[in-house]
């Protein structure tokens, strides 16, 4: 088991999913956590954890309520979003809010907390990006696998510039996991059983992951203090 006690962990996107489900993992492994959100009702009912509405696309906010908190240990860039169809039915401002949010909020988030972390000569940093990334190309996934590709570039790039200074950044790239946000796109196809039986088909595991099994992963990376620059599949084995 990763032991936290005394870490302070700031989470993005931890009122629902994959963010919450971590949010309080980190607390079950002893951790202080910050649990943020633009949606305070779900934030509310998060036990254990000190909240705070935080929208990652206001980069005034963002210094705010890094700055608020005080000291960052481990950073978990959690938020992102999904757009589904091709290079050719996407729209610019699909793109742009998805450059926005999974990938220069990123960077918010990290130019916030990386300046304490070189001062102390310790932190970690995780980001949520896919197999749908450089990994693995997914059918219908075209914007969402961009950005997330650059997830794994931005993570690299941060893990060999820091890696001297004690600051380790790894990603985590999960196939299908079991989310509010998955269960809106499985009904918005129309056929909910049958986009849900397409979805389960592709994990050779033959089901979709639990968010706590993602969230196992990132209190590992927290802990993990021999590996920087990773990028972390667990996917139920479809990259196999
Ligand atoms: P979700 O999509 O159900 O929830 C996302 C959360 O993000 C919500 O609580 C929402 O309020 C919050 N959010 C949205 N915009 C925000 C903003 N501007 N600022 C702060 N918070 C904001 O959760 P999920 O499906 O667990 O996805 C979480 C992350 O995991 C995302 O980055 C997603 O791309 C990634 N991911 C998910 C899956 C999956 O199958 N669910 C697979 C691979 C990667």
Known sequence: TVDLTGQRVLVTA???GIGRASAEAFVQAGAEVLATDINAEGLATLAGCTTARLDVLDATSVAEVCEAYGRIDVLFNCAGVVHGGTVLECTDAELDLAYDLNVKAMVRMVRAVLPG???RKSGAIINMS???SSIKGVP???VYTTTKAAVLGLTKSIAAD???EGIRCNAIC???VQSPSLDERLAATGDYDAA???FVAR???GRIAQAQEIADLAVYLAGATYTTGQAYCIDGGWTI
């Open 130 to 132: 896919s197999v749908a």
């Open 162 to 164: 820091y890696v001297a």
């Open 140 to 142: 219908n996934r075209f």
């Open 14 to 16: 931890a009122a629902q």
């Open 203 to 205: 994990q050779p595991m």
């Open 174 to 176: 999960p196939g299908t």
């Open 196 to 198: 849900r039986a397409d």
């Open 117 to 119: 972390m070189r001062e």
